[in-house]
């Protein structure tokens, strides 16, 4: 367009340069060209306006494309806001949408003023502004087509174009399907005449009005003024006496200049596509008002829902989720005060069950919901808790939650729950592994009795009163998260894997516990990796001969780290790279009866005690390499037995059933770090030798 716009300025230089060439030929006069040179300015600027223009009329259909695609995608409105120039002028409205994406929409440009006429010359006609009106309109399919100057615009073989395409896949957002066309405009650089294209640039055709003909980009220029009237000579004065002069005559007037042509009128907006936006008489809608109109003459509106200003929904999602007896939901609220609130329901309902609804306060078996509670008069979430019954073990159930304000207009979250008496039958429907999705708390003990159980807590709490291990042989795994329970292994030859976790437990004491007195589970293998243990007794307690296994872990205990009871001993336990701190002994291991000896062997460990010794151990082959053990207690006492001594770093003692310590012994001088209360000089091994305590080193 710029270089046929040069073309025409070349053209007018031309013929200045040859007007000005007759007139010195003629009279030898020199040439006014202010008026071309003013014609000439003015073309240039008509021309950046339609420049303008042209990007202006792009970017809103590519806005109005962007609000239809709403309704379908139900992407609502979250904000508009209005634009301004340099010179605080409005320009537009910038609107964004709940999913964070924006569109501009621009007013029409006003038409570029004409000049006052010069020396009889009337000014010239501003740009006009004729533009074809781009729009959109609903078809009897119920689908939006794009519609130029009223008629539905077609491609060439005649089908209409569609403003987005086919919706996607259920569950997800409505994509553009081949079939959505946003049409392109310009203005051809030769002909000055407005063009479409509806295949992306590639090829273009030009538009016509109503009555066939061509739709012009820019108005005429103005005629030309008349040349003002050429004022009278003066008369001559009469000849005087000789020697006086005659006075000279007076000039004659001058002629009236010409009248300065009347101001070009100014151009229409012509290029906006939306007549007005109404974002203040609704609260909750906007209306877009378009300037194409429908079959009856009125203006089309589309009203786009804006994001509520009041809003529900599930904290971790809509998506399908396993829920258990006692499982908690959490809601979240966007606006809620004290004022707006009225009432909350929460409704489920199991397939081929009577729904269970409760409101806020009223008490149920299966759903309850907590009543909001408002700090300094806003709500930002409460909970849901699910209790469902066992006869409905994996069912899918929907749950729906109203919130009502106090107009009584409903706010809504919704999902499907799949529901589970507890997570180790939630694991057995997927195969025997599962994920957990949130936290969770457990009302009633987690009981296995699933031969391969994993649970992966991806980085989430799972709490419960205990986790029982029932099934002989079974292989269960907790990792990569965080546990609050009792472990009680109440099986034999069953392994146990604890990688990647947080344990604690603050009810019974014992975090791990295998087997009890009553009954005679062996066999077990336990392994823990990567732990943290943190128990207000026991770590880890053994009653019966099973292999323990503590690799880059660490426990915190406020009686025993290890402990095994001396009814049923011979268990194999291997400590390495982990701290052990606490109370009493970090590892404590007795013999009552003289039974199988214990296998102990700590490397490359840090074993500390506030009040007793770091190890205490009967009938044991025994090996301690590159550790630290310390104990905080002064002074250092002794007993045969090795329980109640004090202060040492290793006890050796004879087993109850009497008798001098038995065992292989592999602790080599020098290759530990003894850090002992009672001083430099006290004993850091000591065994007993079936009278009394020797130094070991």
């Known amino acids: ?152 615009l077609t491609d060439n073989s005649g089908a209409k174009l569609p403003v987005t395409g086919p919706k996607g896949e259920q569950g997800e957002k409505g994509k553009d399907g081949a079939d959505a066309i946003t049409p392109k405009v310009r203005i051809n650089e030769t002909t000055n005449v407005w063009e479409i294209s509806t295949d992306n640039g590639q090829t273009w055709r030009e538009m016509k009005d109503a009555n066939g003909d061509f739709i012009n980009a820019t108005g005429a220029q103005g005629p030309k003024g008349e040349k003002g009237d050429k004022g009278e000579k003066g008369e001559k004065g009469e000849t005087g006496p000789k020697g006086d002069q005659g006075d000279k005559g007076d000039k004659g007037d001058s002629g009236d200049r010409g009248v ?19 974002y203040t008489s609704n609260p909750d809608v906007v209306y877009f008002i378009l300037t ?203 392994t146990l894997l604890i990688d990647g976790v947080d344990l604690t437990d603050n009810s019974l004491g014992v975090n791990i516990d295998c087997g009890d007195l009553g009954n005679n589970y062996k066999g077990n293998t336990i392994q823990i990796k990567n732990t943290n243990i943190k128990s207000g007794g026991d770590g880890i307690m053994l009653f019966t001969k099973n292999t323990l296994e503590v690799e880059n872990s660490k426990i915190e205990h406020k009686r025993y780290g290890i402990f095994q009871d001396e009814t049923n001993p011979g268990s194999t336990v291997k400590v390495s790279k982990t701290e052990i701190t606490g109370k009493n002994e970090g590892i404590s291991l007795t013999n009552k009866t003289g039974g199988d000896k214990y296998l102990l062997s700590v490397e490359e460990s840090i074993i500390h005690s506030e009040e007793k010794c770091a190890v205490v151990v009967e009938k044991t082959d025994i090996t301690v390499k590159k550790s630290t053990l310390s104990s905080a207690a002064t002074p250092q006492i002794f007993n045969g037995q090795g329980w109640d001594s004090k202060g040492y770093g290793i006890v050796l003692g004879g087993h109850i059933g009497g008798g001098a310590f038995e065992g292989a012994i592999d602790i080599p001088a020098g290759n530990n770090t003894f850090n002992l209360a009672a001083g430099a000089g006290a004993i850091k091994v000591i065994r007993y030798d079936g009278t009394q305590g020797v130094q070991y080193e």
């Open 292 to 494: 194409a109109t429908d079959n009856t003459g009125a203006n089309i509106v589309l009203a786009v829902p804006r994001v509520p200003t009041i809003s529900i929904a599930f904290a971790d999602g809509v998506d399908t989720i396993d829920v258990f007896q006692g499982s908690v939901l959490t809601l979240k609220f966007t606006g809620l005060t004290f004022e707006t609130y009225n009432a909350l329901v929460a409704e489920i309902k199991p397939v081929n069950s009577d729904s269970e609804t409760d409101i806020v306060t009223r008490a149920n078996d299966r759903v309850t919901i907590s009543k909001p509670v408002f700090t300094n008069g806003k709500c930002d979430s409460t909970n849901i808790t699910l209790n469902m019954p066992a006869e409905i073990e994996g069912g899918e159930a929907f749950l729906r939650v109203t919130l009502l304000d106090n107009k009584g207009k409903q706010y809504i979250a919704s999902r499907t729950v799949r529901l589970f008496t507890d997570i180790s039958k939630a694991a057995k429907a997927n195969g025997g592994a599962y994920t957990l999705k949130r936290d969770l708390t457990m009302s009633s003990k987690l009981e296995i009795a699933e031969l391969n159980f994993k649970l992966n807590l991806n980085k989430k709490k799972l709490t419960t009163p205990a986790i029982e291990i029932q099934q002989d042989g079974s292989n269960i795994s907790f990792s990569d998260g965080k546990l609050d329970a009792y472990i009680a292994i109440n099986s034999s030859n069953s």
């Open 1 to 152: 367009m710029k270089k046929h716009n040069k073309s025409i300025i070349i053209g007018l230089k031309v013929l200045l340069l040859f007007l000005c060439f007759l007139a010195l030929k003629s009279s030898s006069c020199k040439y006014d060209d202010t008026e071309l040179r003013g014609n000439i300015a003015n073309l240039e600027n008509r021309v950046e306006t339609l420049e303008d223009w042209k990007i202006s009329v792009n970017v809103n259909i590519e806005s109005l494309r962007t609000i239809v695609t709403s309704f379908e995608t139900r992407n609502f409105i979250a904000t508009i806001e209005p634009l301004y120039d340099n010179e605080g002028k409005e320009i537009g409205y910038k609107i964004t949408f709940q999913t964070g994406d924006s569109i501009t929409i621009k007013h029409g440009n006003d038409g570029v003023d004409g000049k006052d006429g010069k020396d009889g010359n009337d000014g010239y006609n501003g740009v006009d502004g004729v533009t074809p009106v781009i729009g959109v309109a609903q078809d009897t399919d119920g689908i939006y087509y794009w519609t130029v100057d009223g008629e539905f």
């Open 260 to 278: 300065a042509g009347a101001m070009g009128p100014k151009g229409e907006r012509g290029d906006s596509m939306f007549k007005s936006i109404d």
